[in-house]
């Protein structure tokens, strides 16, 4: 293993990002107590994986089951990714992992819109039938 000399003579074995997290905190300086306070501290953001996962489900049943599944689905995601964002807003300092909740918000918003494009469709196709 190597060893990496900070400007306050300690010595830290240099860790790759595969390690555990615990090796990576005991690599953080004894004066840095606050920033591993805060990284022990964070959780993961609530309703960010639901968002994210309801986004991305709506954009594909938008295209099934005539477009309706879809739009219901975005618009429980953009709920989510809006109760999730925030939380983070309100605490920014205590969650980690906005991104979920940002791309959450943005597929929830492709598959509403895909949602009622497929209805309008299917609408269309259904009255110009004879």
Same mark, same amino acid.
């Given at each position: 293993?190597?060893?990496?000399?900070?400007?306050?003579?300690?010595?830290?074995?240099?860790?790759?990002?595969?390690?555990?997290?615990?090796?990576?905190?005991?690599?953080?300086?004894?004066?840095?107590?606050?920033?591993?306070?805060?990284?022990?501290?964070?959780?993961? !953001?609530?309703?960010?994986?639901?968002?994210?996962?309801? #986004? +991305? %489900?709506?954009?594909? /049943?938008?295209?099934?089951?005539?477009? @309706?599944?879809?739009?219901?689905?975005?618009?429980?995601?953009?709920?989510?990714?809006?109760?999730?964002?925030? !939380?983070?807003?309100?605490?920014?300092?205590?969650?980690? #992992? +906005? %991104?979920?909740?940002? /791309?959450?918000?943005?597929?929830?918003? @492709?598959?509403?819109?895909?949602?009622?494009?497929?209805?309008?469709?299917?609408?269309?196709?259904?009255?110009?039938?004879?």
């Amino acid at each position: 293993m190597e060893f990496i000399k900070h400007n306050h003579d300690e010595y830290d074995p240099k860790l790759s990002n595969r390690e555990a997290p615990e090796k990576q905190l005991a690599a953080i300086n004894k004066t840095d107590e606050k920033e591993r306070e805060t990284y022990l501290r964070k959780e993961k !953001l609530p309703y960010s994986r639901a968002a994210l996962i309801l #986004g +991305i %489900s709506s954009i594909f /049943t938008a295209f099934c089951c005539f477009g @309706i599944t879809g739009v219901i689905l975005g618009i429980i995601g953009l709920n989510n990714a809006k109760q999730a964002i925030a !939380l983070q807003e309100a605490n920014p300092q205590q969650y980690t #992992g +906005i %991104s979920n909740a940002n /791309t959450g918000k943005t597929t929830s918003v @492709i598959g509403i819109i895909f949602g009622i494009l497929m209805s309008l469709l299917y609408a269309a196709v259904l009255t110009t039938e004879k």
